[in-house]
């Protein structure tokens, strides 16, 4: 039996959605009898019309909250959203390498001050965390604010892009910090793992199964998880 406790999946540069359904399912996968988990997933989505479709797709879900705003450096200032020859690689970096010079207007926040603002910013130790980042370059903006703010502490799982520091290296202004992004992770003691899961060229089953996993493992570091 599992006793009472609480997942949040924050996901970071979440568009088109395929990993927030790959998390809701593997949670699905862990509810046993009247002590299922409250599990909530906080969607992250820097480009407008992105935005749009991740709150059509989740409509339906109230476990599901979208926000409109680009995880950066700064706290609600405007910005521009420069897109890449990606869809889905819209980037605050105009130094990064495969832009195509289109751009958006974006309003950019500061990951730590949401998590204040919504009171998600106290560890509870009933409370699994899992942050995924594929931001295109912003993820070092958010290991620095995070770690500035004392707040990597807070998070039990780190799923970044099996490219991400790919990402950091296309930004030639970033070139100098990916070894210290990732030192940070390490010293912060953040399990860190790949994520590839979903999408036509991922199989989402597998990878489902794997983050179930996951999340049942850190249970059971934590004494979340008990025998029947």
């Not at 540069?13 to 409250?38: C, I, K, M, Y």
């Not at 130094?95 to 998600?120: C, I, M, V, Y």
């Amino acid at each position: 039996m599992i006793s009472s406790w609480r997942i949040n999946f924050f996901d970071l540069g979440a568009w088109p959605g395929h990993e927030t359904q790959a998390f809701l399912d593997a949670a699905d996968s862990l509810r046993e009898g009247r002590n299922a988990p409250v599990v909530v997933a906080y969607l992250f989505e820097a480009h407008p019309n992105h935005a749009k479709e991740l709150e059509a797709r989740f409509a339906t879900d109230p476990r599901v909250f979208v926000f409109n705003f680009a995880i950066g450096s700064s706290d609600g200032v405007p910005a521009l959203l420069w897109e890449s020859d990606r869809p889905e690689g819209t980037s605050l970096y105009r130094d990064k390498s495969d832009l195509n010079g289109q751009f958006a207007s974006a309003t950019e926040r500061l990951f730590s001050a949401f998590l204040s603002q919504t009171r998600l910013n106290e560890r509870n130790d009933k409370t699994v965390n899992i942050i995924k980042a594929n931001i295109e370059g912003a993820e070092w903006d958010l290991i620095r604010d995070l770690e500035a703010n004392g707040l990597w502490g807070l998070f039990d799982l780190y799923l970044g892009s099996d490219q991400w520091t790919m990402d950091m290296g296309k930004c030639h202004s970033l070139l100098p910090f990916i070894a210290k992004a990732r030192g940070i992770l390490d010293a912060a003691g953040v399990q860190v793992k790949p994520f590839c899961m979903g999408g036509p060229n991922y199989p989402a089953a597998k990878d489902n199964v794997s983050l179930a996993v996951e999340t049942k493992r850190i249970m059971a570091e934590r004494s979340l998880l008990v025998e029947a």
